[in-house]
C-alpha cells in the first residue's frame, strides 16, 4: 500500500528561525512528490520534484527529493509569521489516466513573532 | 481564488438529509477529484475523474455518490450520512496527460458537518 510520511507532525518556532519539514514515501512506481501549503482551506501548490539532487527554489522556500532514500526535505529560511500554516506532503505514482495522490498527515508549522 | 469553486463553504444536515456539494473549475483541467479530510488523518482520496475514466476509492460508503456532468464540474451527492462524515471536503482539479499530471488545483472546501 501506498504511503507518505511526513514529520515532525507539529513544529513552534520564532520569527527568523531556519526549518526542516520531512517527507518519507513508499509507492510503487513513483512518478513525483509534490508539496502544498494550506493555510486555512485549500492547499496551495508549493513545488513538484521528479528527479532526485536538483534542489527547487522559491523566495526563502527550497526542497529536493532523494529518489534513493525514498525522501524529501522542504526547507523553510527566516521564517515570518505567515509561513504558518500545514505543509502537505503527496506522492503521485505513475499511473495511467488515474492521476491519483497520496498525502501525508502534513506538518503543522507555527511561527511566533 | 484558485480557479476551482466549491459551494457551499459550509453545510450542516441532519442524518436523514439528502444534499449535493458542487464543484467547478475554470482551468481547462481535465480530471477532477474528490478528497476527505479529516482531523489528524491524511487527505484521504474519495473519487477521480480523469480522462473520462471514473475512478473510486473501494472503501467509500455508498450514501456518497458522485457525478461529473462534463470536465468542469463535478457533484458529490450526499443521503444518510453519519456523524463521522463531518469533515472538510476539497475538490480539486489536474491537467492529465495519461503519463503524469501537473500538480492539483484546490478548491477551497466545503466544511461538512452531520447532526
Known amino acids: 500500500e501506498d504511503k507518505v510520511v511526513q514529520s515532525p507532525l507539529s513544529l513552534v518556532v520564532h520569527e527568523g528561525d531556519t526549518v526542516t519539514l520531512n517527507c518519507s514515501y513508499e509507492?510503487?512506481?513513483?512518478?513525483?512528490l509534490l508539496w502544498y501549503k494550506q493555510e486555512k482551506k485549500a492547499p496551495t501548490f508549493l513545488f513538484m520534484l521528479?528527479?532526485?539532487?536538483i534542489e527547487k527554489k522559491s523566495g526563502r522556500l527550497s526542497s529536493i527529493l532523494d529518489k534513493k532514500e525514498l525522501f524529501s526535505i522542504l526547507n523553510i529560511t527566516a521564517t515570518q509569521t505567515g509561513d504558518s500554516a500545514v505543509y502537505l506532503c503527496?506522492?503521485?505514482?505513475?499511473?495511467?489516466?488515474?492521476?491519483?495522490?497520496?498525502f501525508g498527515k502534513g506538518t503543522k508549522l507555527t511561527v511566533n513573532p | 481564488e484558485t480557479g476551482v469553486t466549491q459551494t457551499p463553504r459550509h453545510l450542516v444536515m441532519g442524518m436523514t438529509n439528502k444534499k449535493s456539494l458542487k464543484c467547478e473549475q475554470h482551468?481547462?483541467?481535465?480530471?477532477m477529484y474528490w478528497y476527505k479530510q479529516s482531523a489528524k488523518k491524511p487527505l484521504e482520496l474519495m473519487f477521480v475523474?480523469?480522462?473520462?475514466?471514473?475512478?473510486e476509492n473501494n472503501s467509500v460508503p455508498s450514501r456518497f455518490s458522485p457525478e461529473c456532468p462534463n470536465s468542469s464540474h463535478l457533484f458529490l451527492h450526499l443521503h444518510t450520512l453519519q456523524p463521522e462524515d463531518s469533515a472538510l471536503y476539497l475538490c480539486?482539479?489536474?491537467?492529465?496527460?495519461?503519463?503524469?499530471?501537473?500538480?492539483?488545483?484546490f478548491g477551497s472546501g466545503t466544511r461538512l458537518t452531520v447532526v
Open positions: 509507492v510503487t512506481n513513483f512518478r513525483s
Open positions: 503527496a506522492v503521485g505514482p505513475r499511473q495511467g489516466g488515474s492521476e491519483k495522490l497520496v
Open positions: 475523474y480523469s480522462l473520462e475514466e471514473r475512478v
Open positions: 521528479t528527479s532526485s539532487g
Open positions: 482551468l481547462g483541467h481535465n480530471a
Open positions: 480539486a482539479s489536474s491537467q492529465a496527460t495519461g503519463g503524469g499530471h501537473y500538480g492539483y488545483t
